[in-house]
């Protein structure tokens, strides 16, 4: 055993992941409670029963606007009620709440998140005051940022909305990116926001023709601050992802090399971080005049993620839907070992309907490397038979009518 190995192992001795799960008027489960143990964890049912939500409550445990990358609105339950022939509503609990025991190398916290509203002090216009945001706790106290729940949990996560990342445009492969680098880097989620937060403001300024120049100059040189922390950011995981899979076996899921196409990301390939800041902001000015279009302006909100099957040098956009999944669940394995290492306890994989586009070979190998990484992992799927080698091994959760109905 290699040294990483043994580490990894010593690591994934100790406990970690979630113990126990309450759901409160989330999706379709009014209340549910669930115990859990630390191993994979088969959720099965028909379509439509709720495997996807659980995952989803369980991605709140972590920062951002979890695995389906929901509207707080959309979460809380609604009841749908028949008014009239062909006439439909809704009626709606207040909120929703998840709450979890978590153990993160044998030591227990509770972790709960819910909405908040909360008021505008400084908005005018009554209708906008007060909006809604998600409030996270641990063991009953509030955090100041979401960043912080990475101290006590975390996730890494396969959904079968990424089957389409490595085609069309390059925002979700962007978003994917930077989700990998929140677990090595607690302040990126709060870096994403702002700069997508000041990017809007410029835009918004442009746009009403408000040129106050003084104030768009320290918008972009802010823009360009955080800008450069995150292209840097993202170059190092990058790095630090490639450098792990060159020890990673090459078998059915295929080694991957890992790119990063960007402007600003390239500039840092040979000039020091305040010169790119420089230059970042000079082109942001240049650009004032002449390029209102929300998705063309230069920078980190353009740079791509880009991904090849190392051992056929094919980008991963011309490999086949097999091939395709399996260079993610590649991608998801080196993260989460690497995840594990680096922040010095395991992280929960979320797998929803990971095998759907895999033969049996490679479910198999999968649900075996899974097993051999001794985590906890979710795995949901509609025919529980396909996991049958878990048996022993495993904890099969069936989801019917809006809960849990066996062990
Ligand atoms: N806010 C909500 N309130 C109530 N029900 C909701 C809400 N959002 C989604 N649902 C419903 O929850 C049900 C379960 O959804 P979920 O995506 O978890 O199913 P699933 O078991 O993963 O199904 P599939 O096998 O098709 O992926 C669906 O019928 C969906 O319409
Ligand atoms: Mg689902």
Known sequence: MNNLAENLANLTKLKSGVERLTLTDFRNYASLRLKTEIAPIVVYGENGSGKTNILEAISFLTPGRGLRGARLADIKRFIPQITGKNEYSFISPLNWAVAADVIKNDEIYTIATAVEKSAKDDCENEEFRSFERRIVKVDNTKLASQGDLGKYFSATWLTPQM???????????????????????MEHAKRTATFEHLYRERFRLLKEGKNDNHWLDSIEENMATTGVAIAAARREQIARLNAFIENEPDDVFP?????????????????PAVLVEDEYKNMLSKQRNFILDYENLEGVNR???????????MPADLCSTGEQK???VSIILAQTKCQTLHQGF???????????????VKREALLEKISDLNIQA????????????LRNDAQFLEVRNNTIISF
Do not use: C
């Open 163 to 185: 089957d389409r990342l490595f085609r069309g445009g390059s925002q979700p492969r962007r978003s994917f990116l930077d989700r990998l680098v929140y677990a090595f880097d």
């Open 326 to 328: 399996s260079l993610l």
């Open 303 to 313: 740079s791509d993620f880009k991904v090849y099957y190392r051992k056929k040098g």
């Open 378 to 389: 979710w795995i949901t799927t509609t025919n529980p038979e396909l996991f049958d080698s």
């Open 255 to 271: 080694s991957v090399r890992l790119e990063l196409d960007g402007k600003i990301e390239k500039l840092l390939d040979n000039k």
């Open 346 to 360: 395991a992280p929960v994989m979320l797998l929803d309907e990971v095998t759907a586009h895999l033969d049996d």
